[in-house]
């Protein structure tokens, strides 16, 4: 088993960055794939980026140039580094950690973006 706990989440104004942090403890040999997803009141949960192993990322169209994933496998830790965050932003963000075979999910940060 795999256990993510995100951290990071708050409030900001329109225009302002968070930093998300997702740690994973447990059996994480066979992690490929780092991902983040989010999902705003009465819409379904949706890719914001991913990176895998081999370091290749990509993001959601809607947060292209505003955010950026990254990794530290020193710390088995993900990283959403969120710039010029929009009310639009305003969700639920889960952290994703997958094996080939199995499929794990953080329990979940609110960033909320309102002036």
């Known amino acids: 088993q795999v256990q993510l706990v995100e951290s990071g989440g708050g409030l900001v104004q329109p225009g302002g960055s968070l930093r998300l942090s997702c740690a994973a403890s447990?059996?994480?040999?066979?992690?490929?794939?780092m991902g983040w997803y989010r999902q705003a009141p009465g819409k379904p949960r949706e890719l914001v980026a991913y990176?895998?192993?081999?370091?290749?990322?990509n993001y959601a169209d809607s947060v292209k140039g505003r955010f950026t994933i990254s990794r530290d496998n020193a710390k088995n830790t993900v990283y959403l580094q969120m710039s010029g965050l929009r009310p639009e932003d305003t969700a639920v963000y889960y952290c994703?950690?997958?094996?080939?075979?199995?499929?794990?999910w953080g329990q979940g940060t609110q960033v909320t973006v309102s002036s």
């Open positions: 447990g059996n994480i040999i066979g992690i490929y794939y």
């Open positions: 994703n950690e997958r094996t080939y075979s199995k499929n794990y």
């Open positions: 990176i895998t192993t081999s370091g290749d990322a």
